[in-house]
């Protein structure tokens, strides 16, 4: 324990400066430093008063500052001549005859610089105020009030000017001309902690307690110079002023870290783990490949805004009161994550409190809370907002609006429970391999998308690989890449290049002893062919195999007939004559064998004549209808079905 606070009292040593290198410590000299200006002789109690009961001062250059200041004139740097009516606008130039009781009452403050100068010097200042603001959020300008003028024993021979209290302003332009204008800003006064600790750790000092309701630059002064007077070479000076940039947010995070601050700092778990080094005794939430619809039910799914898995887990981390650190470039939804952890904590009854390093970051959040109706649930304590009276404000208009309606959420759980199922079964389906390949479906069905998008047509043929499995398809990948290969090198002289069979000496020899055979047989078919005789002829004679092969047992006399070296036409006329027999004897509206009955050939031709049975008759009397409808070949058709019907 002793080696942790002694861990962390070395931690807030290093936010505290209380070297003569702080502003709020040592004041730089006139004209030395681009972020303090020194006033000059003004009254610090009537500023004071004006700027709280909100009058705004202007500046003027002093009457007795030549052009070429210290700060201008640089050794060695010859500076070209040029005017400065122009760039001496929204300042004036002080009276050299004016009585000091009437400066000091007008609503000017007057500062030992040019006018040009002084005009660079404020918008210097105002820049890097404003500057300063929009990145952090914090307010640095101050109008320091009263000094105490102190020694460093390490530096005696240097005068050191400490300021007393700080008074936050705003500096701004205003009006056609352009006018600097100092008026006093949201913030209550303050006195230099800095100071204080500097006295108190170095010189065994304690200054008494500041009040800010019933300060006042002399009084204030005084109750210091009370303190110091036994001190040589030591002083204050109640009405010296400067504007400038000075920050003490680090003092007050190493106040807050102080053990009269926070007694049980010390013993905190994140404090231990932080500074002394100690590992947390609470394990993390999820596991690093936790499924987030597996550890999150569907009802605590209250996100305002849109998450992705890991922002749902860490969100949900942080719920359960896990530690989380979330890292991540620009763009990848840290805010996003930050507004649904607020939103869940104001759903559940809790508060939070947001600190960022940057304003920005405040901001961004704020605006998304605010789009989905948050934002009054969030009370602002940064920039101008973090006055009391600023705070009082925001609360009583929060306090007022009415509670807002409790939404009806069960049929809302159903339905997300029901599309979230759905969801994963199908996810799940996807992720599943198909057969034994090993492979996703997924995969499966990228690549036939890819196949597509590239323009290479479905093969018109089918492979069974129901039983492939990874080793099966990485085989048949080799070999075809091997194939293709040898396409590509042109391929091989001989189709029988590269068959080859495991067999034995006794089958060689027996293969050998019929290969002549198998010669004088090709040699023989290559003449039959005569002229045509070829790889195409070949193909020609292999494609009429299955024809052959499907053709009745014939009468091989029968095809050494005459007839066939004659016109084959009278034959085809015979082959589609007793295809149309059979093809009418399929006829499923005859009966079986009605074309065989006798005497079918004498009716067919006696039908077949003109007129026929029908001389006699104009045409065929609709009996249903009562209308005659003429005789044609269609109705002579279906009566002869029906006569070969009722013979059968």
Same mark, same amino acid.
């Given at each position: 324990m002793t080696d942790l606070r002694a861990a962390l009292e070395e931690a807030r040593r290093g936010l505290l400066d209380l070297s003569t290198r702080n502003r709020l410590l040592s004041l730089p000299k006139p004209g030395a430093s681009r972020g303090v200006m020194i006033l000059d002789d003004e009254d610090a109690d009537f500023v004071l008063g004006a700027l709280q009961a909100g009058r705004a001062f202007g500046f003027e250059a002093s009457a007795t500052a030549s052009e070429a200041t210290p700060e201008e004139a640089k050794p060695g740097k010859p500076r070209r001549a040029r005017s400065t009516k122009a760039k001496a606008e929204g300042v004036g130039t002080a009276k050299a005859d004016a009585a000091r009781e009437d400066y000091q009452r007008d609503d000017k403050l007057r500062v030992q610089l040019p006018p040009a100068d002084l005009v660079r010097r404020l918008r210097d200042i105002m820049q890097d105020a404003r500057t300063a603001r929009e990145e952090t959020g914090v307010p640095t300008l101050y109008l320091a009030l009263g000094a105490l003028i102190w020694r460093d024993p390490a530096t005696p021979e240097t005068e050191r000017r400490a300021p007393l209290a700080l008074l936050p302003v705003a500096l701004e332009r205003e009006g056609v001309s352009q006018n600097f204008k100092l008026r006093g800003a949201v913030g209550d006064i303050a006195e230099n902690l800095s100071l204080r600790e500097m006295l108190k750790v170095n010189f065994k000092t304690a200054l008494p307690d500041f009040d800010a309701e019933a300060y006042t630059p002399t009084a204030w002064a005084e109750s210091i110079a009370a303190l110091v007077a036994e001190r040589a070479h030591w002083r204050v000076d109640a009405d010296a002023l400067a504007l400038g940039?000075?920050?003490?947010?680090?003092?007050?995070?190493?106040?807050?870290?102080?053990?009269?601050?926070?007694?049980?700092?010390?013993?905190?778990?994140?404090?231990?783990?932080?500074?002394?080094?100690?590992?947390?005794?609470?394990?993390?939430?999820?596991?690093?490949?936790?499924?987030?619809?597996?550890?999150?039910?569907?009802?605590?799914?209250?996100?305002?805004?849109?998450?992705?898995?890991?922002?749902?887990?860490?969100?949900?981390?942080?719920?359960?009161?896990?530690?989380?650190?979330?890292?991540?470039?620009?763009?990848?939804?840290?805010?996003?994550?930050?507004?649904?952890?607020?939103?869940?904590?104001?759903?559940?009854?809790?508060?939070?409190?947001?600190?960022?390093?940057?304003?920005?970051?405040?901001?961004?959040?704020?605006?998304?809370?605010?789009?989905?109706?948050?934002?009054?649930?969030?009370?602002?304590?940064?920039?101008?907002?973090?006055?009391?009276?600023?705070?009082?404000?925001?609360?009583?208009?929060?306090?007022?609006?009415?509670?807002?309606?409790?939404?009806?959420?069960?049929?809302?759980? *159903?339905? @997300? =429970?029901? &599309?979230? #199922?759905? $969801?994963?079964?199908? %996810? +799940? !389906?996807?992720?599943?391999?198909?057969?034994?390949?090993?492979?996703?479906?997924?995969?499966?069905?990228?690549?036939?998308?890819?196949?597509?998008?590239?323009?290479?047509?479905?093969?018109?043929?089918?492979?069974?690989?129901?039983?492939?499995?990874?080793?099966?398809?990485?085989?048949?990948?080799?070999?075809?890449?091997?194939?293709?290969?040898?396409?590509?090198?042109?391929?091989?002289?001989?189709?029988?290049?590269?068959?080859?069979?495991?067999?034995?000496?006794?089958?060689?020899? *027996?293969? @050998? =002893?019929? &290969?002549? #055979?198998? $010669?004088?047989?090709? %040699? +023989? !078919?290559?003449?039959?062919?005569?002229?045509?005789?070829?790889?195409?002829?070949?193909?020609?004679?292999?494609?009429?195999?299955?024809?052959?092969?499907?053709?009745?047992?014939?009468?091989?006399?029968?095809?050494?007939?005459?007839?066939?070296?004659?016109?084959?036409?009278?034959?085809?006329?015979?082959?589609?004559?007793?295809?149309?027999?059979?093809?009418?004897?399929?006829?499923?509206?005859?009966?079986?064998?009605?074309?065989?009955?006798?005497?079918?050939a004498e009716a067919r031709a006696t039908l077949a004549e003109a007129g026929g049975v029908f001389t006699d008759f104009a045409g065929r009397v609709d009996v249903r209808g009562g209308s005659a409808i003429a005789a044609s070949p269609a109705l002579h058709a279906e009566l002869l079905r029906t006569i070969a019907d009722s013979a059968g």
């Open positions: 940039l000075f920050s003490f947010a680090k003092f007050l995070m190493w106040r807050d870290l102080g053990p009269e601050e926070n007694p049980g700092l010390a013993d905190h778990p994140m404090v231990r783990a932080l500074v002394g080094g100690e590992a947390l005794s609470i394990p993390p939430v999820f596991a690093d490949d936790a499924d987030v619809d597996v550890e999150i039910p569907v009802e605590r799914l209250d996100h305002v805004m849109d998450v992705d898995g890991s922002q749902a887990l860490a969100a949900e981390a942080v719920r359960r009161g896990g530690h989380v650190v979330i890292q991540g470039p620009p763009g990848t939804g840290k805010s996003q994550t930050i507004s649904n952890i607020i939103a869940q904590a104001v759903l559940d009854g809790r508060s939070v409190l947001f600190v960022a390093e940057k304003l920005a970051a405040l901001e961004v959040v704020k605006r998304r809370l605010e789009s989905i109706g948050l934002g009054a649930a969030c009370l602002e304590l940064h920039s101008e907002k973090q006055s009391k009276r600023a705070v009082l404000d925001e609360l009583r208009a929060t306090l007022s609006l009415p509670m807002p309606p409790k939404p009806e959420r069960d049929a809302v759980v *159903r339905r @997300l =429970g029901s &599309l979230r #199922g759905r $969801i994963n079964r199908h %996810a +799940a !389906a996807m992720r599943g391999t198909v057969g034994t390949s090993g492979m996703a479906l997924h995969q499966v069905i990228g690549a036939l998308v890819a196949l597509r998008q590239r323009g290479v047509a479905a093969p018109d043929f089918s492979v069974n690989v129901a039983e492939w499995d990874s080793a099966a398809i990485e085989a048949r990948r080799d070999a075809i890449k091997l194939l293709a290969g040898y396409a590509a090198d042109g391929g091989a002289q001989s189709p029988w290049r590269g068959v080859m069979a495991d067999i034995g000496p006794a089958d060689a020899d *027996r293969l @050998l =002893g019929r &290969l002549p #055979g198998w $010669i004088r047989a090709f %040699a +023989a !078919a290559g003449a039959a062919l005569g002229a045509e005789a070829g790889p195409k002829a070949a193909e020609g004679v292999l494609a009429l195999r299955p024809a052959l092969l499907a053709a009745p047992a014939h009468d091989a006399a029968a095809l050494k007939h005459e007839a066939w070296a004659r016109d084959l036409a009278p034959l085809e006329e015979l082959v589609q004559a007793l295809g149309a027999l059979q093809q009418a004897k399929a006829d499923p509206r005859l009966l079986l064998g009605a074309l065989d009955v006798a005497g079918i």
